[in-house]
């Protein structure tokens, strides 16, 4: 019995379990973000919601608070935390949301 | 889930781990099935991680601890202390985390047996887990404050936990003389949310103004600096001029004792008697952490900054006011970064793979008056131990920038305790 429900551990890891937790395992500071940038709808706020918009436009927006082209109260301060390969994984996976 | 389960259980993990180290396989595929984590505590932190962890992998069995079936939020309570909104509006409830399939038990957790890895509940059951989150808060530290008691707090309220205290603070102000003296006792770091109190005194203030408009405000500080010192202080001026007055530790802030019975506070440089006193204590870490084994001689909790992993206490992750997080203040905003952070890692490490390193961010907005809003932000990574400052990021709000800049903030604050307590509640 044991040997039998260890065998289907492992199948189990190899057929399916490694990649649905890889993706849904946001990548490091993507999470924090909906905090103050809603990930279901909330009416009427004036932050935006970012799940689902265009990476490329995340990114534009990120680095324009990073270095100071786009002016903000908050973010400009944020952006500063993150590098170029950070955002981008971070925009990445934000356009990927629902 | 009963002790005989558990037992079976453990026994054949054991078994399976041998079996797949053999093959070079990772253990975990089959514990993911039907790992079981535990989460203590049902505020921003401990709802926030049993929701993410359900999201991360829904087959986790997840179980919220907590024994109020209503949540009373701490941020934005200074505006119900002001008269500016009602208790009503702070409160949230569990039925949408249970709906999402998270079971939330009702009840206390009243010992954690970390060795046998199970939490004992007041009803005298148990719960058996895998991995245990705790995000028990704070504790008030009575004992650190002579005078100060749970008898003594009816009369000289905290309001640090918000719900009754809250309202007595602000039936105390409502009653109070035009003319009377309001004094609010503030404790040495670490404590909860940092600005809070200085948000409190403007608040506070805004209503003295405009109802009662000869009194005075005292911050009596065991502290020479605190959060936006200088943002507070600029709108200490320019709001509520020849109103408050802030005494520093060095000015002989720290109150030593208080008698209740007078209403006074006691320092060594001499003894205020208020009309309403505000008295905030020392605190710690919530008392459950203690039984995990989980807190250090500071009363905190110290944890590894990847995986919030408890560095006394394995399998045991901690986040929140009750962690020792290094450059991370001690906010809501803090507790749900940290809640999803611990979540991705608390999955990963049942999957049996080793967690990526977090980034986390916090935000605080202080109100200094209606439309009138500034905010302190950070983003933390691990280094030695704990989470440093990212350095060249992060701060506070400018200090010279047009009311404008400072409407939009507050504007901003109203967004995000309407968001995050979508996110974790609604």
């Known amino acids: 019995m044991k040997a039998f429900c260890v065998a289907i551990g492992i199948a189990t890891a190899v057929a399916w379990s490694s990649p649905l937790l890889a993706a849904s395992i946001p990548p490091p500071g993507a999470a924090a973000c909906s905090g103050c940038h809603a990930a279901g709808t909330v009416p009427a706020s004036p932050v935006s919601r970012l799940y689902g918009r265009d990476a490329g436009d995340i990114m534009t927006a990120m680095t324009g608070f990073r270095d100071g082209s786009l002016p903000a109260t908050v973010m400009t301060r944020i952006a500063k935390g993150f590098s170029d390969d950070e955002l981008r994984a971070i925009a990445a996976w934000l356009a990927a949301q629902k | ?426």
């Open chain 2, 1 to 426: 889930m009963g002790i005989n389960h558990r037992m079976s259980r453990r026994e054949f993990v054991g078994a399976g781990a041998a079996t797949v180290t053999a093959l070079a396989f990772p253990l975990p595929a089959f514990a993911q099935a039907a790992a079981r984590v535990v989460v203590i505590g049902g505020g921003f932190g401990g709802a926030s991680c049993a929701r993410a962890l359900k999201q991360i992998e829904p087959k986790l069995q997840v179980t919220l601890v907590e024994p109020n079936r209503t949540f009373t939020a701490c941020p934005f309570s200074n505006n119900v202390i002001a008269g500016l909104r009602s208790l009503e509006e702070q409160q949230f409830g569990y039925d949408k985390i249970a709906a999402g399939g998270v079971t939330v038990a009702a009840q206390a957790a009243t010992a954690i047996d970390a060795k046998a890895r199970t939490v004992g509940l007041a009803d005298g059951t148990s719960l058996a887990y895998d991995r245990l989150v705790l995000s028990p808060g704070v504790d008030l530290r009575f004992e650190a404050l002579p005078g100060y008691d749970e008898a003594a707090a009816a009369k000289m309220p905290h309001a640090w936990k918000a719900g009754e205290q809250t309202l007595l603070l602000r039936k105390q102000l409502e009653a109070m003389d035009d003319g009377g003296l309001v004094v609010i006792a503030v404790p040495a770091n670490p404590f909860r949310c940092p600005p809070g109190p200085y948000e409190r005194a403007c608040l506070i203030a805004h209503y003295l103004k405009t109802k009662k408009p000869r009194s005075k405000l005292i911050i009596l500080d065991a502290k020479d600096t605190f959060s936006k010192q200088r943002l507070f202080q600029n709108a200490w001026k320019e709001l509520y001029p020849g109103m408050i007055e802030w005494v520093s530790l060095s000015q002989g802030g720290k109150v030593n004792s208080v008698d209740p019975a007078t209403n006074t506070l006691i320092t060594d440089f001499g003894n205020h008697t208020a009309q309403v006193a505000n008295v905030i204590p020392p605190q710690r870490a919530g008392r459950i952490a203690t039984s995990a084994g989980a807190t250090d001689n500071t009363g905190w909790c110290a944890i590894d900054p990847v995986t919030f992993e408890s560095k006394s206490a394995p399998n045991i992750h901690v986040i929140g006011d009750a962690c020792i997080a290094g450059s991370m203040p001690k906010s809501a905003f803090s507790a749900n970064s940290q809640a999803k952070a611990c979540a991705s890692a608390v999955a990963t490490l049942i999957a049996g793979r080793t967690p990526e390193a977090p980034k986390l961010i916090n935000t605080c907005y202080s109100l200094a008056a209606p439309g009138y809003g500034f905010s302190v932000a950070g983003v933390y990574q691990p280094k030695n131990g704990l989470f440093a400052d990212v350095e060249g990021a992060g701060g506070v709000s400018p200090a010279d920038v047009p009311r404008d800049f400072r409407a939009r903030e507050a504007d901003y604050a109203n967004s995000w305790f309407a968001t995050i307590t979508a996110e974790v509640f609604g």
